[in-house]
């Protein structure tokens, strides 16, 4: 093989990594778009999501307010807008601490109202299965 043979191979190869990387560099733009906390204002508090928690939802108390994620900065803010969902509560825990949001009882996801890292003892026992 002479070399003006094998450099077109090694551009023809080098060509077809390119649409590849740049189509790998498209999965940073999800990750980006995955890194705002799920968050709602209820009652003027502000919840925050709480995974692995076995809850059961009781009546509905109203309208939640998810804020619009700016995990960009203040960029394209005008692009999104808040989302309202409804607000449950959830048995055996104050609507205080923590309460059920979604568009019915059965889609819901379970929010707290905490600040710092430890979770009241409340939720701590709905995790525990206490």
């Known amino acids: 093989m002479n070399r003006a043979v094998r450099f077109a ?4 190869a080098a060509s077809l990594m390119v649409p590849t990387a740049a189509c790998a560099g498209d999965n940073s733009s999800d990750e980006g778009a995955q890194s705002c906390a799920i968050e709602y204002a ?3 508090r502000t919840y925050r999501d709480v995974a692995n928690v076995d809850f ?8 939640a307010t998810k ?3 700016d995990d960009t900065g203040g960029q394209n803010e005008a692009d999104e807008a808040e989302t309202l969902e409804t607000a449950y509560a959830v048995n055996g825990i104050s609507p205080k ?3 059920a949001v979604g568009d019915t009882p059965e889609d ?3 929010v707290v ?3 710092g890292s ?3 003892p409340e939720v701590e026992k709905l995790i525990d299965g206490s």
């Open 67 to 69: 804020p619009p994620c």
């Open 108 to 110: 819901t996801i379970f």
């Open 42 to 44: 209820f009652e003027g």
């Open 56 to 63: 059961t939802v009781a009546d509905k108390l109203g309208t």
């Open 97 to 99: 601490v923590a309460i």
């Open 113 to 115: 109202s905490y600040s």
């Open 9 to 12: 191979g090694v551009l023809l």
């Open 118 to 120: 430890e979770l009241p």
